[in-house]
């Protein structure tokens, strides 16, 4: 079974930058994986997508800013967050999805972000 396990996050100022790693704890054929983000009491936000070919998708309140990628070498997720604002401030997930069209079936335990004004 898939384990994944995020890593990067932190306290930094508006403006500044986090980069998050997830690392899986092997190499798996998936359809997609993904960044999620939650706050208490809200529900979870997709943040950005990567397919098997490399094709991105992000979420409006990222774009521009945020920068999905993946290294299948070292079977690692990152996200890499520019200009980061206090409404960035959440938990964050990376989540696999192995059949395209499946909900992502693989989760990690989430590195928090939290942005100060």
């Known amino acids: 079974q898939m384990q994944l396990v995020e890593s990067g996050g932190g306290s930094v100022q508006a403006g500044g930058s986090l980069r998050l790693s997830c690392v899986a704890s092997?190499?798996?054929?998936?359809?997609?994986m993904g960044w999620f983000r939650q706050v208490p009491g809200n529900a979870r936000e997709g943040v950005a997508t990567?397919?098997?070919?490399?094709?991105?998708t992000y979420a409006d309140s990222v774009k521009g800013r945020f920068t999905i990628s993946q290294d299948n070498v070292k079977n690692t997720l990152y996200l890499l967050m520019n200009s980061l604002k206090p409404e960035d401030t959440a938990m964050y997930y990376c989540?696999?999805?192995?059949?395209?069209?499946?909900?992502?079936?693989?989760w990690g335990r989430g590195t928090q972000v939290t942005v100060s004004s």
């Open positions: 092997s190499r798996y054929t998936y359809s997609s």
């Open positions: 990567i397919e098997s070919d490399g094709s991105t």
């Open positions: 989540a696999a999805q192995m059949v395209a069209g499946a909900e992502f079936a693989y």
